[in-house]
């Protein structure tokens, strides 16, 4: 059986969960103890700040693996893609992209496109803005733009896109 300093708690009767998730209801610290060790299992604290507090019977190795788990999926979940460009990219180099762009947006991922403009490009700034119109035009029935076609300092143009299915979310 273990008990971290964090999971003990104060209050005498307890909200108890079997290890099948069956709720047992209000019971008694020692007794919700004796079932954990009857079990050979472990009494896991899930929420403190209820009142009585929330516990569990299941094994707290598996209890923290799962939620270390969980925590890296959500991590995963906004993750910000990139893809640069150049404003004389060609249409084969152009396909690539796009696919790749909209391989990240099917898969959950948000994606910012960057086209550099390098020394006198900038004068044709229009050819980056068409491309990008293009890309959007391209992804319209599986992105939502979030915001509009910037031009920084450094001679960028940048645009993210966000897929519709985590918006709707």
């Known amino acids: 059986m273990k008990f971290s300093k964090k999971n003990i708690s104060e209050n005498k009767i307890i909200r108890l969960i079997d290890f099948d998730g069956k709720q047992i209801g209000l019971i008694d610290k020692n007794k919700a103890i004796i079932k954990a060790k ?32 969980n925590i890296k999926n959500i991590k995963n979940k906004n993750i910000l893609k990139e893809i640069k460009m ?61 915001n509009k076609i910037k031009i920084s300092v450094n001679k960028e143009m940048n645009l993210n896109l966000i897929p519709k299915k985590k918006c709707t979310n």
């Open 86 to 146: 150049n404003l004389n990219i060609k249409e084969y180099d152009y396909n690539i992209k796009l696919n790749k762009i909209i391989f990240f947006l099917k898969k959950g991922n948000k994606v910012k496109i960057t086209i550099k403009i390098k020394g006198r490009e900038i004068v044709h700034k229009n050819i980056g803005i068409e491309i990008i119109k293009k890309i959007c035009k391209s992804c319209e029935n599986i992105a939502i733009i979030e």
């Open 38 to 69: 009857e079990k050979k299992l472990d009494l896991i604290l899930l929420n403190p700040n209820l009142n009585p507090a929330v516990y569990k019977i299941g094994d707290y190795g598996k209890h923290i693996y799962n939620k270390s788990k």
